[in-house]
Structures are given as C-alpha cells and as structure tokens.
C-alpha cells in the first residue's frame, strides 16, 4: 500500500497553483491529505501530478464579515475546532468539528479539502448545505467563480468544479445572534464514518414561533440533503412535538443506500431520530 | 520522478536526505533516517501506529510526504526520552501502569499523550479515551494506557510547581 | 449485482433482435463504452470509462455474443475487462429477450455485474457502486429504445 | 475516576516471592523508547524487496501469466511463479501443519497457486524489486488470465445437491462429518419436560494484530545455509516445515522470531508466503524481505469466520438440563492448511461448566471459496460458550425462571471436582476439570456486579424511557496444550542466566514471567535473566505461542530446568565450600553459607563445570551448569471465569453502550497479577469486537467487502467502560507450578453475556438475539421482528404465555 509515482509541485503562490491546474493533465491538488494520501496509499488513484498547495499563505484565513463568515480554503478543521470568533459567530461548528474523523487528521484536513472530497458522510459538506453556503473558485486567466453549495454538489463525491479550477474559500451566510443550533451523527464509533447526521439551525420570532430554519441530513444516500419539506411544516409553528415528529417523518421518502454498515431502512430510521433530536436540541437553545 | 533533497529537523537534530517526492514520512523516518520506532499498521490513515508530532501538532505520518516535511520540527518516540536517556514521566508511567503489551501501538499512544498533556495537563478519564480513540491497540484494551496518561499527568501537574520537566 | 430493465419499441421483433445482434451499433449505448476492435462474427475488442466520484476506471476487455436464439428471440452478451492500472475487473452478462406482438416489441434485459479486485473492495461505497452501475443499465436501455426507435425513421442523426 | 484504575490492588499486589508479585515488566524498556526490534526493523545488507500478486476472483482456472510489462518495469529484480520456485520446493504443496501425519495432501494449499485459484488474496506470483513501492508497481502489471468457475461463497450451499466444487479436485465439499457426543440423547428428550430449539449464527472475523505478517530470508551462498525471520507464533513449525519443503539439512536453517506486534492466533499458522519468499531466497541467491500490508491481510491472514448452528435443549420440570443435541456447520474456507480444530473445540466446550447428561451435537466441516480459517484467540470456545448460554437464556425466558436461578442448577458443584466429562481430548486423554469452583465464581461475580439489585435500576430507567439490561455468562477453558514446550536455563561463565525456549512472546510478557520462576529459584533478580524465546538456535524443539498454553508448559519446563541448575550448583557449591548442601542458600547470583561469608558465584560454578584439562570432575556431576527439560503433559487444565455485563440500548439508533463489566477469573496460580489482569482486559476487548462490531463481509461471489480498518471494526478506547477484574486461585493439579492458562480466556464469555444483556434490555420487546457480531442492522431487524410478532399476537387475541 505505497503510492504510485507522481510528478510533485509545490507552488508558493495561486497564481502558479493555478498555472500549473491549467496546464498539467491528470493532477491533483494535495490540501490536507486525509483523504487523498489514504486514495493514494490504496492505490485507486493514479494522478500524474500532485500540486501541493500548503505552502500558499492567502488560503488560511478566517474572517468575520457582518454578514458572513469567511473562511479560507486551507483552514485546517483543528483551526476551526477552536477559534474564537467562528465559535461567537456560528457555535455549530463547535458541536460539529469534534465529530469529525480525529485529532491527528484534523490537525492536517482542510474545509477546501473536505469539500472537494464530498464524502457522502462528510459532516462539512452538510453544514455548508444548511448555511447556504457559497464556495469561491479561481483559475488561470484570472477567472473567478462564486458557487452556491446547492450547486457545487454535483453528485456522489462530485463537486462541480473544473479539472482547472481551484477553491480557495467558502463563505457561510451568518445566522441572527442567539440562534438555535444542533449537529447531532451516528457513526459505529467515535470519529468513524457516519452511518446518518442531521443539522438543524433555527430562530425565533418575538411571538416564540419558528421564523427560519434549516434542516440537513447527511450520510444515508450520496450526497447531503436538505429536507425542504420537514423546514415547510416547521415554518411558522411553535415547535410542538407533534409538528417536530412529522417534520422528521420527511425523511421516510429520502434516498438511502445499504451497505455493509446498514441497509437503507436501518439508515432512514435512524435519520429520522436524528433530525427529530437536532430539531429539539436547536429549539431549547433559541429558547434559552 | 526527480528525487528531491529535504532537510528537517527530527527530535531536535538537522536530517537532511534525498527522498521521491512519493515517500511517505513515515517511510522516510524508518529507512531514510534508521528511525524504527514510528510504525505502520495500516497506512490509510485509521490505526494511528504510525503518529509522530510535525511542529508540535499530532498528525499520522503515513499521510504525509517527507517532502511536505521539509524544514518542519518533527519529533518521534526516539525524541521523548531526554538525551540523557532520562524517561519522561509518560515512559515512566506506561512501565508503571502495565500501559504496553505488544508495544506496536506504544510509540503513537506516546506522541498523541503528549500532545494532549501539553495542551489539557488535567485531562479527564474522558478526555484520554476521545484523545486516543484515534490510535489502535488490541492487546491493552486500552485501560493501562488510559491510567498511564492520568498517572503521568498528575506526576506532570505535581511537578508543573516546582521544575517542569527536563530531559 | 443483478438488473433488470424493460421497454418497449415500435419496432417488429425480428427487426429488433437483428439491431440487438450488431454490437459495434450497441455497445457506445453503454454510457463511456466503446468498440476498439471487431475481433470475429462473435468477439469485440471493447473500452469502458466510469468515474466512482473522484476515480475514474478504465475497463479493456472482450465482448463475446454467446448466445443468440433467433426462434426464441433470445440473446446472451458476456463482457469481461480488467481496469488498465490493475485496480479491479468487472464481468458482466447482458441477456435480451424479446417479446414481439405485430409492430411492436417489449424488450426484456437482465444485466448481472460481478466486480473483482479492488473495485469489488469499495466497503461503504457498495451502495454507491450498485446506484452507478443502475443508473449506467438505465441508461443503456434508454439509448438502446432510442437506437432500436430510430432504425424505423431512416439512418441515425 | 482517574485514581481507581491507577491504584488497583490486583496491580500492585506484591507476595515474598517473585512467582505471585506483579513486578514490572522487563520487556517494556526498549518499548517504550521506540528500541523495539519488529520484523520490519530487521536490517539485512542488499537486501530486495517483495510484492505478493493474489488472486482477485474468489474461483477460476488460470490460462496464463503475462509477467512481460512486469518485468520491463525499472528496478524489477525478478517475477517468480511456481513454476520458477519448483527446482528449490521439495513439493508444490504445503505440509498439513499440527497434525502427527504431516506431509502434504489434497486439501493443503499450495506454495504459490499456479493451475486454480480457490479464494480471493490466494497468492500466485512473487515480484522481486529494490523497493517495496516498485514491487508495488510491477505487481499491477502482472497479467493473469482468470477463467471464472463457479464460486462457493456461502458454505450451506456447497452442500446442497449438484453444487459446484471449491477446487476442482474435489468430488464433495464437505471436509469432516462427525458426531460429538455421549449418553442417551433419544431418552432425554422423550423424558423432557420442556423442549426449547434456536438458530444461531455465529461470526469470529480476524485476529488483526496491528502489525500485520513479514518474512525477511537471508540465504548463506557460500555454506548453503539459510537465516529466516518471521513474525510467527511457530518458529519450530515454521522451520520443520522449511526443512521439508526446501529438502535442508537441520543444521542449515535458522528461524528467529523478532518483536510481535501481536499475535492473537494470526500468526499460528504457517502461510504459503512463509515458504515462497525463503524459496525464492535461494533461488536467487540474495537476501528478501516481505512485510505483508493491511489490505493483505484481510484478503490471505486467516479468519475464524462463520458457523451456522441449529439446537435444541431438553430440561426436566425443575428446568435441569437432560440432553442437547443439534447440527453445526463450520465455514472452513478453500483449503485445510492445520488440523481442523475450531468447531471440536466449539462442540466440546458447548458443555462448559454444566452438567450434561445426554449431547450430540453432529459437526459438519465444510469448505467454500474464501480465506482458510483457522483458531484466532479463543479457537472455537467462545462458540461453544455462546451457544449454551444462549440456550439457557431461552429456557429462561420460555419457563420464566431467573437467568442467574438457572444456571445455578445445571452448574457442577464444587463438590463433584475433579470432574470427568465422557469425551476425549485430542490426545486421546480424557476430558477431566482437575480444580475449581463454578458456583462460587459465578456469585463473586454477580455480586461484584450488584446483579440482585438490578430489576429496580432497570425498571427506574425504562419508567424513563430508557432500555437497560443485564447478562451474565460462565466458562471452563482447556489450557496448556501439550506435548510441551522446551525450558532450558543455562548459566554462563560471567554469571549471566539465560532462558532459552520455543515458548513465544508476542506481547503477553512471557519473559518476564518466566525471568521471574527463574528468579525464585536460583536467587538472581528478574530483570538479570535474559530470555531468548522463539528463536530456533536456543530451543531446536518446541512448539510456540497458541492455546494459552505457555504458562502452563513453559513455565513447568523452566521451572524444573531452574530447579535441576539450583541443585547442581548447591552439589558443587557444597563440595568447594566444604559445607552441608543443606547449610547453603541462593543469594545475589552466588550460592553462600546460611548465617555465614563463605560463597561462591553462580559465574565460578559455571566455570569450574566448564572443566579444565587433566582436573577431575566431582562425582556424579555431568560438564555444564545448564539443564533443558521437556515436561510432558497428554491432558489440558481447566481454568473457569464469569462475566457480567450491564448495557444501554438506544432503540432509535439500534446502538449498545457498555454501561460496566465484571470479570472473575480462576486460571490457578497467578504468576504475575498485573500482567494476569492485562490479559484479560485486552481479551474482553477482543471479544467485545466480536459481540459488537467485527464482521469480515463476503459477497455471494466471494469477494471480500471489508478490507481496511474503517471497515472493519476493532474496538477503540471511547467504545469501553472500566473493566472490574478479580482473580480467584484454585491451583491446577497437573503441573509443578499449579498454573493454568488466561490468554484466551477473557475472550470467551464476552458475547454471550452482552447478547444476553442485550436481550434482557429489549425484553419489553421480546427481543430474541442468536448472532454475533449483534450489529445496528442486526438490532434493527430483530426489533421490527418482536414488534411485528407482537403486533399479529395482540390482533388474533392470543395472549396466553407459552
């Protein structure tokens, strides 16, 4: 299990990481190299060319706009795990980031990264999905793109990005102070893969009732999923038990696969306890 | 293909080798740099034998290319002993609380116990076992080096008054 | 894997199955395949290009018509390949049965697909590999409709 | 919570002797500063690297072997087939391993496949490079044309009419067919009161130590000699079998173990790799080294994988048990590399410690087109266990008696001890539990666990909606497997004391025990003996590490190898000081006059024994202060243990939590506490894998679907409670040192108890668990079963109790 020969760039700038993208066939960008070192090691990835792009400065940072949170490709999700500001301005990521994978690979694994990969399980990926999130791409030629996540998720481990273009950010939409929140994952074991997640960011109106919402499910079908019709039923409401309960029923009808960890029925069952727990957990916290 | 030459400090010492940019770290340390301690057990990125600290943060080094190590301050369990050969008190403590059978798994519990002790020196029961459920071991099951990490830590924190430790 | 496709054309049978018969016209209906080499009466040299989201698989292998029934109107398709960087194989058997009634026929395909090697060791990407390889089949009927329709309406755009 | 594990009185026991004090270990030193000496370290000049290509189809016949691209491949040294390796193998085939036949036959496999392949990972070509990496990618380019045959996945249906063959050599795919059993069986069950049947499926996965396997080869051109390192439990097989199928003089061949990374019954077979990559060696006249990889050794390293069990139990009106009888089918995959031993082992300890008038259980070993399967830790006995306990808890339920209740009427009193079960041993001994006490066992353990008061915290906990259960499992376990193991204490010049034996450390600590049965007797601190295990040169005769044996025969061995060194040197001690041999004492590596200064060191008697030309010899005393000692035993010691487990069920999830685990352990006398309680901790772990999380998937064409630690699942430290182990001591009869063996033993009992407190969680349900690993999946199917049954009883107004 040692990787294949690859030619290996390290550009120190976008500008020649982007160059590179532009002109080599077959290659690849190294960001953190959780996944893609594992791909490499298994052999079931055969690039020609690997870019590393670690060494470019401008892809860290993590910025907060009024409106926004910006955050650079490169982060490592150890950054994000403990950072003030992300922790004021979206507590999410602070019950999300410790379920991600482990220590040692989140002192390494990026949000660009984790991103590209579109794990169908990957806990980033579904938390940009229920931010509405906004990925920023450049390529050669001063090309520039701003993709929303509903968009960028092309399919199974898809994003719909060009073989020449390269993420160098995503922006989460900020949610009004005093939101409610909750990321809640089953997985066999701790940091393990999850066999289902569910996310769900909320908040109040003066009158109690629910305002706006947003609810994702993650790891039972191929890629994360936003359950529109679960966020219709809650709209408006005060989120009564009833109305939460047949909110998480939406998840009957979602597209699971079975595999050697749990066969669709097990997955959406679970889905269903999930969401209707994040749901609950996000309530309390916007009534607090 | 073109090999590349690298330099990195390792458990305090300047290494410099010749490496393909396809090396992994840890195949770098073991037969580029003759150090064996760091060991492989998986090499996907899941059983955590093969942790060492890359400038001060645990990372597994089967997912690392030496070349991405160039000019990084990487320490291995060769580095935790002090030059004089003192054992540091998580060494001590692992002899001490039976936190070792095989000792494959030992050198990755070691780097990732000092990482946590740097950062949190009172860890729970709890915080140990989240600490390293990222590192595999099938002898222990893991209850002597959870009690290694708690006894070493109090050591630590009964000596963080007075000296802190010194190799 | 086993898969099963139904559809029907406005096409009559014996039509239908000499169309079924011509590999090198069915075989580019298989989404990412295509004909390399027409080896004998029976054999085609055959490509297949598929991506597994970020891995893109690339089968080279023999198509072999082992079976065709003209009485009974039943045909049987074996393809075998291996992937080119020795990552897996896959061996597939294509089976049509058709059922004619006057001008119009129901085509009956089972596919079953057996992988080998790495490709087959995808653990909690076996669902992914079953959706792939049903969305491929459905596409395959659908194109196959598609070339069996259009014979009726002259040569193909 | 920190201070309960570090201050445990079992881990800080210390007695007056060394055998009994849990002293620290001498093997932790180089451990614990990355000085470890694993098959992977080994440094051997010019040495090339190999890459084994296998089989990627669980069936076929292959056409042909393109190695052309392979070869073309920069840094290639050499691709060897059977056919290249022939002139060096003595046979084509691997010697039946364990088994006093020996020598090749039709279900052994082979060195390197070369006409069929039986089973996915089956190897077929070595590719020999200067680098593991271009090994790696020269291997992808070896072509094998593979004709597809058909494929036995699951084992039931190759033993159906008209199924296709595992190899094509075989007319039945059936291995062995036999009946295990005594008493009148058709008697019981006409007298029974009760009649309860099950299905169980029961799946064991793989041993997974985290160092995989390894060979490095060296071959001496120049005398024809050859060195071989494996990370092996089996040197001594290991090299019998290299002498056999090599055609080398005894004197020519070396194997040495290195470090183990574990063991866990991985490395208790000898593999074809084992064989090829030395006879490559010497073909070619240059040093290999093969470190086998983690996808490897999911697809070629054996498992311990399926057995389909159908049961029934006969019990009287007072719920005693008067008969079992039953069928097993036992997976044993696509060759039969050692004696069958697993599903004997499984039949036999079904009884555990149980009074059992009247068994027949008929075993069926069948083969299929996957991995050979052979013992990992536990051989068969936790099968054996779950299957009982499992029959007993359904007796349980179906009469509503109390778990605990039941199994203490059926338990063999104390007072029926030494008790004989009418059944052999594969030596042909009779099975005899020479000592222990089940009864008192089992209510240590209940009480340790607050098993009475129980039923009120259950219903506190459901009366909130939460499911928590309790279950409870005994053993007896065979330990020390003989013949022997070989003990040689020698005493050199320099006064250094050296242990030399087939015995093998595989991290259980083993030089450290026998250091300290050494220390005792000659009066040398522990850590100043120095114990060569596993390495062929010091212990020509032995066995190895398996069958938590080697406390038992090792330890026998070196203890009367240490006693017979001790005597000698008080004979000569007492005639160069001219003083009674009873006047003398050990003391600090020399042997002195009790009460007095005179003394002369163990280094001087070793000297003098040398002898020196012309001097004569004391009287009676043979050159040499060493003596080996091969101590023989037919029969196996019964250690015993009870387990408790208390466990949290999320029924939305389908997910078990350990909530706490009690273990009593009776393995006699403890050598070493601490390292006693290690081994128990990390074989409850092993087994809590086996009840929760370890599946090694196949599909129906026999390709394995789980090759990676993220899919297949070992227990990790967040998944675990604190482990409460005690230790009870009835010493065994049969041997000098009153020892049984612990390795296994934590193990056993482990997925009885958690199914058992599974279902009692579930009870509201009326869960019924017959499988292991008890998966989410398979939770979740059990639960939509009882709720389905639950939902047609209460339609058609059925509600009378059973």
Redesign the interface.
Known sequence: MKPPPFEYHAPASLDEACALLATLENAKLLAGGQSLMAMLNLRFLYPDHLIDINRIPSLCEITVHPDRLAIGAMVRQRALEVDPNVARTAPIFGETLPLIGHRQTRNRGTIGGSLCQLDPAGELPLLALLHDATVRTVAAGERRRTIPIAQFIGGFMSPTIEPDELVVGVDFPRWPDGHGYAFREHARRHGDFALASAACLLSLGDDGRIMKVAIGVGGIGSVPVRLSGAEAILAGSPGDPVTVEQASRQCADLEALSDVHGHAAYRRSVATALVRRAIAAALDRAAR | MTPVEITLDVNGVARTCVVEPRLTLADCLRHELGLTGTHLGCENGVCGACTVLVDGASVRSCLMLAVQAQSARVQTVEGVAGASGRLHPLQEAFRRNHGLQCGYCTPGMLMTALELLAENPTPTEADVRVAISGNLCRCTGYQGIVASILDAAAELHEHMGTRPWDP | MELTNAFEVPVPEEEAFAVLLDVARVLPCFPGAELVEVLDAQTFACKVTLRLGPIALTFRGNAKIVESDPVAKHARITLRGSDEKGRGGADAVVQFQLHGAGERTKVDLHTTINLTGMVAQYGRGAGIIQGVAAELTRQFAGRLQDLLARTTDGPPD | ??SV??D?PV?RRTGATSVGSSI??I???P??????H?L??IAVPDVLHVAVVRS??AHATIASIDTSAARSVDGVHAILTLDDLRPVLATPRMPLAASPTGGPNKHTPFVLARDEVAY?GEPVVLVVARS??IA??A???VAIDYQ?LDVVSDPRDGLLPGAPMVRRELTNNVFDDQIVGYGDVTAAFAAAKHIVADELFQHRGL??????RGVVAQPNVTDGSLRVWSSTQMPNELFNMLVETLGLEDSLVRVTCP????G?GTKYLVYPEELAIPAAALLLGRSLKWVE???ESFVSAVQERDQFWTLEMAVDADARILGIRGRLVHDQGAYVPRAVTIPYNAARTLLGPYLVPAYELRVVVALSNKVPVATIRGAGYPQGCFAMERMLDLVAVRLGIDRVELRSRNLIPASKMPYTKPLRERSGATIVYDSGDYPATQAEALETADWQHFRARQAEALAAGRYIGIGIANIVKGSGRGPFESGTVRVSASGQVSVFTGAVA????LATALAQIVSDELGVAPDQVRVIAGDTAGAPLGFGGFASRQMVTAGSSVHLAAKAVAAKARRVASHLLEVAEDQLEFRDGSVGVIGGSGSVSLGELARKLRGAPGFAFPAGVEPGLSATINWLTESLTYANAAHVAEVEVDV????VTLRRYVAVHDSGKIVNP??A??QV??????GIGNAL?E?M?F?E?G?????????Y????????P??EVSFRESPSTLNPIGVKGIGENGTIPVAAAIASAVEDALSPLGVRLSCTPV???AL?DAIAAAREAALRQAQDGTHQRL
């Open positions: 919570m920190g594990i570090v445990d881990v620290l270990r093997e932790d030193g451990l614990v500063v990355g000085k470890g694993f992977d370290d990627t189809v996915v593991p990496y790696e990618d291997a992808a380019h597809p041993g997974s130590p985290i160092e995989g470090d183990l990374g574990g866990f990889d983690r996808r595989m991290g259980q600590g939305d999830l389908c997910q601490m390292i309680k290690g901790i990390g074989g409850i772990v092993h999380f599946r998937g599909d064409t390709q394995p679907l789980t090759t990676s630690f993220a899919e699942l070992l227990p990790t430290a967040t998944d675990l604190l482990f998966t989410p999946e979740f």
